[in-house]
């Protein structure tokens, strides 16, 4: 995430309304939950962390999470054909406030979840991304629950699929492609992750390819000479990785997994790679990725140029192949570009409803947090010019997508208080 201005400029109509809410004695009462029930919440945390939820692979989770939501009283509770899940707090107007957490990981099915506690410290992979925002969204739910606060715009909660990697935002992607939610979400709430300084209101955008090279194969020996695709690859990435880009509009590249070739001694039939391309202009991602796919196309056409240079033996002929078109099809490398990953980039813009809220909110509980850019499920509603930002689920965290991810549940009451009064203050409160 990377900090665009600080969040210091306040509003003084929302400034007042977001005080007379906090100020109410029900908010304050909910305030207090907030820190009486931590260890609940630190509970929920680790009972849902230990459920491993890789990418396309979250149904346990999904089914645990809709339990919970059944248990504090959310109504119309239910799961959509990808495995989001819903609850709902019901209010008196048409269009709702929604409040989502993630709930898949980037770990995989078979990686060890040793979640634990130890003091104030919750140890293991997915405890903070994105257990903090899951616990976040059971802490609000479970406070709104006990707490006699009558807001008047409904509430949807979701626990929703596929934000990870090559989930490419699918469980977001599908809230808003359903026609009960299309319109009627008003403003969405993203929890990801810990802390409470930071307000992400702009949607990185990114893509993503797997690059497959194609050859022959052959013996490293006998067919010596023949096109190798694990070669055309490097000469890629040798191109690719030199193309100048931007540091403002901030705009990067990866080439982050690469695979080919069965065993030393034989040249390789196919390579590939994968590539992410990150900027929040989508001109520059389309320049990265022309750049990736001359280099490509280069590299290609030089391992052909010296193939057919050194003169290789053709292959054995399939019958009813005419002669000239298969000898140059099976000595040639060819290429494929497959997206695997299309974020869209967005922006809240400036005099957003939703911005003005969480800046007066954020001075009203004299918490410093600055707008940001990444990328989260809130890319979703803002590329469709829907207001949504992504906050922390409080507390402090580290370690994100690695085995050594650590929560500290300190402060996380601070977090959960910001998003309870953004969404009171979105939703509006009866005195
Ligand atoms: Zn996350």
């Keep these: 995430m990377e900090p665009i201005s600080p969040a210091s400029e306040t509003y003084p109509p929302v400034q007042e ?12 009462a909910a ?26 692979g979250e149904a346990t ?13 959310l109504t119309d509770v239910h799961l959509d054909e990808v495995g989001n899940v819903f609850g709902v707090r019901p209010g008196y107007g048409s269009r709702y406030v929604a409040l989502s957490a993630h709930i898949d990981t980037v770990f995989p099915a ?14 293991g992979p997915g405890v903070s991304d994105n257990g903090a925002g899951i616990a976040a969204m059971l802490a609000v739910a479970s406070v709104l629950a006990s707490a006699r606060i009558a807001h008047a715009l409904p509430y949807v909660f979701i626990g929703n699929v596929g934000e990870e990697g090559e989930g490419d935002l699918r469980g977001m992607r599908h809230v808003f492609a359903t026609p009960r939610w299309r319109d009627a979400i008003a403003y969405s709430v993203v929890v990801d992750g810990a802390g409470a300084d930071t ?12 690059v497959i090279v194609r050859g022959p194969g052959g013996h490293s020996w006998t067919d010596f000479g023949a096109p190798n695709p694990i070669i055309v690859l490097s000469r890629t990435i040798e191109a690719f990785s030199q193309t100048p880009v931007p540091a403002t509009p901030k705009t990067t590249f990866n080439v982050g997994v690469i695979r080919g070739g069965t065993s030393v001694n034989s040249i390789p039939e196919s390579a590939s790679m994968r590539v992410d391309l990150r900027s929040t202009s989508m001109a520059e991602i389309d320049r990265l990725e022309r750049a990736l796919r001359v280099a490509l196309d280069q590299a290609v056409a030089a391992e052909n140029r010296s193939t057919a240079r050194q003169g290789i033996r053709t292959p054995q ?12 099809q099976s000595r040639l490398v060819q290429s494929e570009v497959v997206e695997i990953g299309n974020r869209p980039a967005g922006e809240l813009p400036r005099d957003a409803r939703l911005l003005k809220v969480i800046r007066a909110l954020d001075a009203q509980l004299g918490n410093t947090a600055q707008v940001q850019r990444a990328s989260t499920d809130a890319n979703v509603p803002l590329s469709l010019g829907r207001e949504a930002i ?11 997508h690695t085995l050594q991810e650590w929560f500290d549940c300190n402060g996380r009451d601070l977090g959960l208080r910001r998003i309870l009064l953004t969404m009171l203050t979105l939703s509006g409160v009866s005195e």
């Excluded at 919440?41 to 680790?46: C, D, E, I």
């Excluded at 078979?110 to 140890?123: C, D, F, K, M, V």
């Excluded at 002929?317 to 140059?328: F, G, N, T």
């Excluded at 992504?390 to 994100?400: K, N």
């Design 17 to 28: 309304e977001v005080a007379r809410i906090a100020g109410s004695p029900q908010v304050r």
């Design 31 to 56: 305030f207090d939950r907030f820190r009486a029930q931590e260890s609940q919440f630190a509970l929920w945390q680790m009972e849902a962390t230990r459920l491993a939820a890789p990418p396309f």
């Design 61 to 73: 989770r999904a089914a645990w999470l809709a339990d919970r939501f059944r248990e504090l009283g």
């Design 110 to 123: 078979a990686t060890p979840l040793n979640i634990r506690q130890q003091g104030s410290r919750l140890y």
């Design 199 to 210: 307000i992400v209101a702009e949607a990185l955008g990114s893509r993503r390819f797997e």
């Design 317 to 328: 002929l399939a019958p009813d192949q005419p002669i000239q078109s298969r000898m140059v």
């Design 390 to 400: 992504a906050i922390g689920g409080g507390g402090s965290g580290g370690g994100a």
